[in-house]
């Protein structure tokens, strides 16, 4: 008899089970349920969709050839069956059996199957404070909410709004508002940074910077305590601790909780980050069931801890791992190293593995080298910084993560894949070093931007780079605990020697030898050069001369200019 | 005493010796040696110098910082002497002395060393025909002969080129003369497609394509036979079997040899590729003496055969490593994957590995497969096709390859890269399924092109898509042993139906199960869409219904328009 194949949640996971297990089982019957009547969907679109990027809500659940991904499309051309405003109320394990209802006409019914696939992804995490059912409160869960919030932005009815918590979705939404519609945006985040959970805190202050440059207020550690309505002008109002902010709109991206409700009803295992517990075939604790995509955890492959990822990418993945398994294959999945990326306005952000502060959560000893350097040849026109940043830990030297941003996005993509799908390997930091990337002058440098991070952390961990980060050198130079000595050429060391006068001490490179004794040897000195390879050199020239009071601020100028351009 | 280290060549792997080596020991006597009196320059960066992307010789031999890196600037900055326009005659082993040549003056004398490095680079291997020592034909081997072609162009002396051997330089300096000067350019190949080193046939193809509609002629599958230059007007011709090629200016650009003869003459141990043999560590047969860079061979991870590898990108981290080593460190060399990009015109392309003919004389029993994808998710504007190949081993399923282009150059590099640098960890096919690179709507698709792949080729290799090349296939078609099937939309199809009639079967998918009875059981069917899933899972539906004559056009209508518009 043929399989009785049921799945619950029809957005990414589901139809890509469905699809891949038509092509290995022709025989199967393939039953996918949802609540919603919208189905197969790309829900990553919804920000530049309300970002007019994409005009059309359509484009979102159209296939590559313009079909429309609807019942009567799954029906033709994959022979699944749909069932769309049917809520699934318990799964009988036992029976093998769904109870389900009609969102259409309350009518109850059941389902039985062989083998059931919960796909039913994540909820947005409502912050526990009033206000957030007010009418004008939004979260960007599904494309019906997408939808209304760009038909208030197309009325012209919204002038402010409030996202609260800068994840990606809530960056991408501050954006979609500022770039398009010209909305005065800010942008709450109760963490100190924003990407908190992806990014370290320079690359996270570079972020942080394109968002204010473009017009996005950011508040950090600030927390929303109530949005209230003005009951006569309707107006509405996010207070944190600090301040009011009223406003037209609000978008809560707080982020997301695995929806595994019905799992946890139904006895599945279910894991300390709330999703349901898979093997490396995908199956829950109930052999005839699996699960994937935003509803399960998985292995955080170098922290070791298990962790939710919502990833449409990795819900396809996953997708076609189950529908192997279910037509009788042997398809695995080991888990993530947490690789992302995403656009800012101008910018594009990479990340892998963990940052500095996650390392160290885990339990190692985190090591991080920054560096800025042009995603291609120097003498090739036209070419734009990329800031990288590679984590190790100090004893075993294996690099635990990467994080880049630059204005070529797709450049800063390339250098963040090339360490990401190393990281399960246990790869060390010489091997960042000699990463066999493609070289090209329209593309890359002879020493590329990804070996050199690998060369700097390899002289920082060999203890012949002694580095400090901007941001903590930007502290120490406030506090008069260092003086600058700045070895670039006169034109570029004008401003800083005008503003902090003696403070600013000022050698060109070439002149260092000649001019040793004008170098004070009682205070600490960081070393300034353009993006940091010359600093390091004039460090390692100063300690030979038995000068070592001195640390590099690491990327040098590029990086104070891109965080604090007031600095100097 | 401190270490005397000399360095024979100062364009790339010599000064990164040089400089890693200071940093690690502030008391070496460094000395390099090179014939010429320009050093340290970029010299990938020949072509877009002659091609006008950049103005000034000078920025290829400056820092970032725009420092000229001239003898003042190694001696003032890195403290490094330097000895230019100084030919080495022979190396003295026993007495670690070198016979030396002052070319300036022809004075001789003699250098001792502790320690050595060769790197002498690569000479451009002339082609054994007359004529290629006549005024007009070049290499282009060093900034000398860079300088003096482009003052030819900039005087309008040239008015047709012929460009010899369609090697990575050969079709950079043919796009160089087309673009910017409009020469007349035509780039003779012996081997039967361009970049045949690197590329399998049909990523070929696409480029070849590209320089013709750029108003490059190719010839391929043609040898030259003679330079002759006319007595009287001074217009220089290449004979080739076929035709007489009149011309104002010849390249030849048939590849380079190692430069290995003064290591050869002092008995150090060449291989089969004319290189220099080097352990892991980068030392020569004399534990005293290093080489590295184009005048080395090293081991290919993939083939696990010796072979040549001329790059700036390499030279620059094997410099890094012998400058360690030298300083006592232990650094290591594992080999080379081919990693390999390079622009052509408006195309990136990207290779690593073997290609399915590489792999073939390996050894191996290739089976590739051939996908065309958006470079992003499909609903985000403005989106590239990415044409993608990954070559495996049919019974192990290891990967051996990977090639691609497209026009979003950055974005074809990034693909390439995470399948180069897991290369050597010998990864399977299942590996790049489910490679986990960073994914967002403006970067990559859910189901990334390099995941698909992936997927396409365990289809393959599982017998599940049988498909056959465009190349292949229109061989088939024009022998009439294929009839199309075509399950695009009528829009799409209508061409192919018009111009060739019965032989193009026309039936949309969602059609297909109600006129099945119209699909022959009795000929072989290329079944054709727009890149290829559909036709996958046509297959796969037609298999079910046992009409299992068919094969498909791996890459669809998409590699069809990109090899050959007039087809259809």
Redesign the interface.
């Given at each position: 008899m043929a399989k009785r194949v049921v799945i619950i949640g029809a957005v990414?996971l589901g139809p890509?089970v469905a699809c891949r297990l038509r092509?290995?089982d022709?025989e199967a019957v393939i039953t996918m349920i949802d609540r919603d009547n919208l189905i197969s969907y790309?829900g990553?679109?919804i920000p530049?969709y309300v970002g007019g990027?994409?005009n059309d809500l359509e484009?979102?659940y159209?296939?590559?050839?313009h079909?429309i991904r609807d019942k009567a499309?799954f029906a033709?051309?994959k022979r699944v069956n749909i069932l769309t405003e049917m809520e699934v109320v318990a799964i009988d394990r036992k029976a093998r059996r769904l109870q389900v209802r009609d969102l259409k006409n309350g009518e109850k019914g059941n389902i039985s199957y062989d083998i059931l696939v919960l796909a039913t992804g994540a909820n947005p995490a409502r912050i526990p404070v009033p206000g957030t059912d007010l009418p004008g409160v939004f979260t960007v869960a599904n494309l019906h909410q997408a939808e209304k919030i760009k038909n208030l932005m197309k009325a012209g009815k919204v002038g402010r709004a409030v996202v609260v918590g800068a994840g990606a979705i809530g960056v991408e939404i501050a954006e979609a508002f500022t770039d398009l519609w010209g909305v005065e945006t800010t942008l709450v985040e109760k963490e100190g940074k924003v990407l908190p959970m992806m990014l370290g805190k320079n690359i996270s202050r570079i972020v942080t910077r394109q968002l204010e440059e473009h017009g996005v207020r950011v508040l950090l550690n600030e927390q929303v305590e109530r949005i209230a309505q003005d009951p006569e002008t309707g107006a509405l109002a996010v207070s944190t601790g600090c301040e009011n902010i009223p406003c037209d709109l609000v978008v809560l991206a707080t982020g997301v909780r695995p929806s595994s409700e019905l799992a946890a009803a139904a006895g599945l295992s279910i894991g300390s980050n709330g999703g349901i517990l898979v093997d490396n075939r995908l199956r829950t604790s109930d052999p005839n069931i699996y699960a994937g995509g935003d509803c399960a955890e998985y292995t955080h492959l170098v922290s070791g801890d298990k962790t939710i990822m919502p990833?449409?990418?990795?819900?396809?993945?996953q997708g076609?791992?189950i529908g192997t398994n279910i037509a009788g294959g042997s398809?695995?999945?080991?888990g993530?190293?947490g690789?992302?990326?995403?656009?800012v306005f101008d910018l594009?952000v990479?990340?892998?593995g963990l940052s500095v502060e996650k390392a160290r959560e885990a339990g190692y000893d985190p090591v991080a080298a920054v560096v800025a350097q042009?995603?291609h040849?120097?003498?090739?026109?036209n070419s734009e910084l990329i800031y990288m940043i590679l984590v190790a830990d100090r004893r075993s030297r294996k690099v635990l993560g990467v994080q880049a941003t630059g204005k070529?996005?797709?450049?800063v993509?390339?250098r963040?894949?090339?360490v990401?799908?190393?990281l399960e390997?246990g790869i060390g930091v010489?091997d960042i070093?000699?990463?066999?990337?493609?070289?090209?002058?329209?593309?890359?440098?002879?020493?590329?931007v990804v070996?050199n991070v690998g060369?700097v952390l390899d002289n920082i961990l060999s203890g012949?780079n002694r580095p400090v980060d901007v941001l903590e050198f930007f502290t120490m130079f406030s506090e008069e605990k260092t003086r600058v000595l700045d070895i670039?050429?006169d034109r570029e060391a004008a401003a800083g020697r005008e503003k902090y006068g003696s403070r600013w001490l000022h050698i060109p490179?070439?002149e260092l030898?000649q001019r040793i004794t004008e170098i004070p040897r009682d205070e600490l000195l960081s070393i300034l050069?353009?993006?940091g390879p010359?600093a390091?050199?004039t460090q390692?020239?100063l300690?030979?001369l038995g000068i070592t009071n001195t640390q590099i601020v690491q990327a040098g100028y590029a990086m104070i200019k891109v965080i604090d351009p007031d600095f100097v």
């Open positions: 990414a890509k092509r290995l022709s790309g990553c679109g530049y990027d994409i484009d979102l159209s296939t590559t050839s079909a499309f033709d051309c990833l449409g990418s990795l819900a396809n993945r076609r791992i398809s695995h999945f080991r993530v190293v690789t992302f990326c995403m656009k594009g990479a990340t892998a042009a995603d040849a120097h003498f090739y026109p070529n996005g797709n450049a993509k390339a963040v894949d090339s990401a799908v190393l390997h010489d070093c000699g990463l066999e990337t493609g070289y090209a002058p329209p593309f890359s440098s002879a020493m590329d070996n060369n012949r670039r050429g490179q070439a030898r050069c353009d993006t010359r390091y050199e390692v020239l300690d030979s």
